[in-house]
């Protein structure tokens, strides 16, 4: 029996370059998905998915991330004068409760690795999950939920992965598959931000980790690798050679808000499945020449 998974390690450290100046003051991590900020999918996906504490390895200026996951005592009380109760119990059910939230800083930004390795001491000695802020994630039930579902008949290190196009590989980890196994596949290697044309597969990962505790102690040593950064997927790759490790097929869809047209991408999509906006959007979105 598979030890549970209780933690999930959301790095949210990144400076967001690629939106300035909207990122000057603000987190790009609290960037607005139709009416949450992109931080907020995943630790909804991360507490559906049964997770019991949210670890964000944070840096400078990301203040308002901290604030976000916190009660707001003068609004719960003004929503509740004004009789606005649902509003108020919907953003107090979305709050994680007390002690369910821990944060710690990256101090220098030396890449995913050194972001997740930065939360060993309260991770511990047991399986962590690692969700990436910027794959916001459209799926029944959520991505992490789907992983657990999967670590609960095979255990070991599970990642999830998604078809991409050859001219994107680059951009992201990309994955060498072996045997099937129940609900999941073997994974035999990995690269990270392959060069044009050497990808192993068209299988990239998405953004969601289930890990032994083991690869704290392979980051620690851990070289840089591609771009000069301390990289999660070059200690995955290592792990591999010790401990079991599969993927699995994420059943939806991702939206890599760490993109311009990502970010917009998500916005049309996910308004698509809002009641308060989804007849005016698809009016026009019909209404485009
Ligand atoms: C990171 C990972 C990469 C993964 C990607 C998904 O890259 O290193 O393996 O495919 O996230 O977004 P980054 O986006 O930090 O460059």
Not at 87 to 101: N, W
Not at 182 to 205: D, H, Q, R, W
Not at 232 to 253: H, Q
Request: proline fraction near 6%; charge should be negative.
């Amino acid at each position: 029996m598979a030890l549970p998974v209780r933690k999930a390690v959301v790095p949210v450290a990144g400076l967001g370059t690629r939106f300035l100046p909207a990122t000057k003051a603000l987190p790009k991590e609290m960037l607005t998905v139709v009416d949450r900020p992109v931080v907020q999918y995943c630790v909804d996906e991360a507490f559906e998915a049964g997770i019991e504490h949210v670890i964000f390895v944070t840096g400078r200026g990301k203040g308002l991330i901290e604030d976000h996951f916190d009660y707001q005592f003068e609004l719960d009380a003004t929503l509740r004068e004004r009789g606005k109760t649902a509003a108020a119990e919907q953003l107090d059910a979305e709050t994680p409760g007390a002690g369910q939230v821990s944060f710690t800083r990256q101090q220098k930004p030396l890449g995913l690795g050194h972001a997740v390795w930065c939360a060993r001491d309260i991770v511990g000695n047991e399986p962590f999950a690692v969700l990436l802020p910027d794959m916001v994630m459209d799926g029944e039930p959520g991505c992490l939920k789907q992983m657990m579902d999967a670590y609960n008949e095979v255990g070991g290190n599970i990642i999830s992965v998604q078809e991409t196009t050859p001219d994107l590989a680059h951009k992201y980890g990309i994955v060498a598959t072996g045997a099937e196994k129940g609900p999941a596949f073997e994974i035999t290697g990995m690269v990270e931000k392959p060069e044009p044309g050497t990808a192993p597969s068209n299988l990239y990962i998405n953004g969601r980790y289930i890990l032994q505790p083991k690869v704290m102690e392979i980051l620690s040593t851990q070289a840089a690798g591609a771009g000069g950064e301390i990289q999660l997927t070059d200690a995955m790759l290592n792990l591999m050679e010790s401990e079991p490790f599969y993927g699995v097929s994420f059943d939806g869809r991702t939206f890599d808000c760490g993109s311009k047209f990502g970010f917009l991408e998500a916005n049309i999509m996910l308004a698509l499945k809002n009641d308060d906006v989804r007849d005016e959007v698809r009016d026009l979105l019909k209404s485009l020449p």
